[in-house]
């Protein structure tokens, strides 16, 4: 059962339900006591297969997020310029006609779509999003992921198959872990699913592990580690390339005989090398040759060893470069697929890494259609946030207004504070003729939507993982019921999504979304019975949907049911008694635990060759680009990056008090060095200049920087009129964004630059 009552006389309807924290990719169990339907206490869930009690600030607040006044519980409609609240009837009849004016007026590529983080945590918009997307018939699709991650999947996808097919480090076997780019103290794993990640790294150092962290910034893990190498920003992948260089060089390249066998582009990556030596890099990187040599010198040398990459690594100019030497050093020091090194998940209700034929799949590119103004190539089915500006203020490119974006379709968004050049993109929003948002604010976006559709709370929602335990350091599987039941007449979210994606088929605004239901759930069983790689092959399809549909089950829970039954460890619709599927994650509260990871090569490659990629043609041929770019970044002299703290999670956390309050964290952090050199002190104001944009910051002096580095924390900014934030807009902050610059992207996966920005600074009063 996923709950217990209590049984006592006095308070009889005391419950206690568990469920998996929906707010970052910790994916921790939480224990939440209830008293009818209001929350009473939020606790990590010690029987939590997963994260053993393990528990951040953010997730003990969901019970605010609930209650927050400022989180809506109806449909706002923008009527002169301001919003008013309406009954969902209504508001489903001015978005019916808002669309259908919009494709009568300019058609349907006229129409973006932008999916946000949070996303990526909801069940319903991981099952539904691609309904709404697919309906509303454009190539204009944007989301956070080209401000974020996208990097490491392109790399992944070149050199082993699949966007999804991303090694993760092998946290509780490794005697060795290096860090580029991330900071787990405070934002737990990213593309690397791990509860406790922080537990996990003092537990590998109390068996004599080493810890290593490459960092601008001498971050709360960069405290914990055994050595902090202070690198600058932006040259993660030529530190990666002098790595492979030396491995290379004194002779320590040695896959193992297993991977080895599976390895195309060996002696193309050593020629590659040749010029990255430490000697030659160390200028552009800020760390000694010396110790760039015996770095390469103890991951090979290590017992087991993995070099995990994160954000700081994918938004710069070399993002999926960095990734993809991410994955060359683990490759060329024995280390993946191997136990301790980086392996690859088992994603319990399955993915594009176990779908298919094993050892083989299409080749993966960029590329098949490109943006209006400023001819960014597609990307996984999106084109980078950084161009959607543009997109739609420009008129003229591509001649007479062909394709310019008069409409936008937000879901969990909020890109005015998250992507490049914000102040060009809040010009930008305002000046398009329709918007719909699904959202739970009115914030800095969403005040210039038409219509806002909000959906329910977190906790009442139902949840699993879906993407985020692709990149588990376990696996494991966790499905959590709503604790919570609905508001009256308030949909469930992807009943927002089915709903919306009707309406683009041309549906009028009393559609019922049980009809987008049938027809998602349907196109799915159909493809498992065709696919002959499928345990349902051939199966029929009618059969299958009757079992789904028991007890009167519809909706994601439906889909997932179907992906876990016909996942690696499922059922198979009775062929495989005990095996995985809805059902038994229910009778298992806590989560259930498949087991650790296991070497999965050469089954899990879905490349064309069957075969590893190591030195794949796209990504060879970013090489000499990183190779022009040493001067340049040797002599640079202020560069801006980001940073994250632990009670944060972009910018809608910040509406909390709990997770606010104190001392503020908007700060621009400079070293005393250049504090003395700008005439700025601590507490002070500096103005920071880039080449879009300008901002105030108050100054933090801390030696916790190298010199010739500031950093500002991202989403913040909330100080925009029309927005109903009242806790975040009295902590508002300054915007980082409003410096980033739009025209700076990674060309090979269209991922801004967010770490490395070329600023100025002055002291002002």
């Known amino acids: 059962m996923s709950e217990t009552t209590s049984s006592t006389s006095t308070e009889p309807d005391v419950r206690t339900v568990f469920?998996?924290?929906?707010?970052?990719?910790?994916?921790?169990?939480?224990?939440?006591?209830?008293?009818?339907?209001?929350?009473?206490?939020?606790?990590?869930?010690?029987?939590?297969?997963?994260?053993?009690?393990?528990?951040?600030?953010?997730?003990?607040?969901?019970?605010?997020?609930?209650?927050?006044?400022?989180?809506?519980?109806?449909?706002?409609?923008?009527?002169?310029?301001?919003?008013?609240?309406?009954?969902?009837?209504?508001?489903?009849q001015v978005v019916r006609d808002g669309i259908a004016g919009i494709i009568d007026r300019h058609g349907r590529e006229s129409i973006a779509v932008y999916q946000g983080n949070p996303s990526a945590h909801s069940l319903s918009a991981m099952t539904f999003g691609r309904t709404l997307s697919q309906a509303v018939g454009t190539r204009q699709h944007y989301s956070a992921s080209t401000v974020d991650q996208m990097p490491r999947q392109v790399a992944a996808a070149y050199v082993f198959g699949t966007a999804v097919s991303v090694p993760v480090p092998d946290l509780d076997r490794t005697d060795y872990l290096m860090i580029l780019g991330g900071n787990p103290y405070a934002s737990n794993g990213s593309l690397c699913t791990a509860p406790d990640f922080p537990g996990r790294i003092e537990a590998m150092r109390a068996r004599g592990g080493k810890l290593v962290v490459v960092d601008p910034r001498?971050?709360?893990?960069?405290?914990?580690?055994?050595e902090w190498l202070p690198i600058r920003p932006g040259a993660d992948a030529l530190f990666l390339m002098a790595l492979v260089?030396?491995?290379?060089?004194?002779?320590?390249?040695?896959?193992?005989?297993?991977?080895?066998?599976?390895?195309?582009?060996?002696?193309?990556?050593?020629?590659?090398?040749?010029?990255?030596?430490?000697?030659?890099?160390?200028?552009?990187?800020?760390?000694?040759?010396?110790?760039?040599?015996?770095?390469?010198?103890?991951?090979?040398?290590?017992?087991?060893?993995?070099?995990?990459?994160?954000i700081g690594t994918t938004t710069t100019e070399f993002g999926t470069t960095a990734s993809w030497l991410v994955d060359a050093v683990n490759i060329l020091t024995g280390n993946l697929d191997r136990i301790g090194g980086a392996m690859f998940a088992m994603p319990v209700a399955g993915g594009a890494s176990t779908r298919g034929p094993s050892g083989t799949g299409k080749e993966f590119r960029i590329g098949r259609g490109h943006s209006r103004v400023s001819h960014r190539p597609e990307v996984m089915g999106e084109y980078p946030a950084a161009a959607l500006a543009e997109e739609i203020l420009v008129a003229d490119a591509g001649g007479e207004g062909a394709g310019r974006v008069r409409a936008l379709v937000t879901v969990a968004g909020n890109p005015v504070l998250s992507t490049p050049n914000s102040g060009q993109l809040d010009i930008a929003l305002a000046d398009l003729e329709f918007m719909v948002s699904v959202d739970i604010y009115l914030n800095e976006t969403t005040r210039h939507a038409s219509v806002i559709l909000p959906p329910p709370s977190?906790?009442?929602?139902?949840?699993?993982?879906?993407?985020?335990?692709?990149?588990?350091?376990?696996?494991?599987?966790?499905?959590?019921?709503?604790?919570?039941?609905?508001?009256?007449?308030?949909?469930?979210?992807?009943?927002?999504?089915?709903?919306?994606?009707l309406l683009f088929h041309g549906a009028e605004a009393d559609a019922d979304p049980s009809t987008a239901d049938e027809m998602a759930i349907g196109s799915l069983v159909h493809h498992a019975v065709s696919d002959p790689s499928s345990p349902v092959h051939g199966r029929d399809p009618d059969e299958l949907l009757a079992t789904l549909s028991a007890n009167g089950r519809h909706g994601p829970e439906r889909m997932l049911d179907l992906m876990l039954r016909t996942g690696p460890f499922g059922d198979g619709f009775g062929a495989v008694p005990g095996g995985a599927s809805l059902d038994l994650l229910l009778e298992h509260p806590h989560g259930m635990d498949f087991g650790a990871l296991e070497p999965r090569l050469p089954e899990i490659l879905r490349t064309p060759s069957g075969r590893i990629e190591l030195a794949h043609p796209v990504l060879a041929?970013?090489?000499?680009?990183?190779?022009?770019?040493?001067?340049?970044?040797?002599?640079?002299?202020?560069?801006?990056?980001?940073?994250?703290?632990?009670?944060?999670?972009?910018?809608?956390m910040h509406n909390i008090e709990v997770l606010v309050k104190g001392t503020p964290r908007c700060t621009l952090q400079v070293h005393p060095d250049d504090a003395v050199d700008h005439g700025l002190v601590h507490g002070g104001y500096a103005a920071v200049t880039s080449r879009v944009g300008r901002i105030e910051a108050v100054v933090e002096v801390t030696d916790a920087i190298r010199p010739g580095v500031v950093s500002l924390p991202h989403g913040?900014?909330?100080?925009?009129?029309?927005?109903?934030?009242?806790?975040?807009?009295?902590?508002?902050?300054?915007n980082s964004n409003v410096l980033t610059d739009h025209e700076a992207l990674d060309p090979l996966s269209g991922t801004s630059v967010l770490n490395g920005i070329p600023v100025t600074l002055v002291a002002v009063g």
Request: with cysteine; net charge negative.
């Open 19 to 92: 469920r998996t924290c929906p707010l970052c990719e910790a994916g921790c169990g939480l224990e939440i006591t209830l008293k009818g339907d209001r929350v009473t206490r939020i606790r990590g869930d010690r029987d939590d297969v997963f994260s053993h009690g393990f528990i951040c600030p953010k997730g003990s607040t969901l019970r605010q997020l609930h209650e927050d006044p400022d989180r809506l519980r109806k449909p706002l409609v923008k009527r002169g310029g301001v919003h008013v609240e309406v009954e969902w009837d209504e508001a489903w």
């Open 621 to 652: 041929a970013d090489v000499p680009r990183l190779a022009e770019a040493m001067d340049r970044l040797a002599g640079q002299t202020m560069v801006l990056v980001g940073r994250r703290h632990l009670r944060s999670n972009n910018s809608w």
């Open 716 to 734: 913040w900014g909330h100080s925009m009129p029309g927005a109903r934030l009242r806790v975040a807009s009295e902590r508002a902050g300054v």
């Open 218 to 226: 001498r971050s709360r893990t960069a405290e914990e580690a055994d």
């Open 458 to 501: 977190q906790l009442q929602r139902s949840h699993y993982d879906l993407l985020l335990l692709q990149f588990a350091v376990r696996n494991v599987a966790n499905y959590s019921p709503a604790p919570l039941p609905l508001d009256p007449g308030q949909p469930d979210e992807w009943e927002i999504l089915a709903k919306l994606a």
């Open 245 to 310: 260089n030396v491995l290379f060089a004194d002779g320590l390249a040695d896959p193992g005989e297993r991977v080895a066998a599976l390895l195309d582009g060996v002696e193309e990556l050593r020629e590659l090398s040749v010029e990255f030596t430490p000697a030659a890099v160390a200028p552009a990187v800020g760390i000694d040759a010396a110790t760039i040599r015996r770095m390469a010198h103890e991951l090979a040398e290590a017992p087991t060893a993995t070099v995990y990459g994160r």
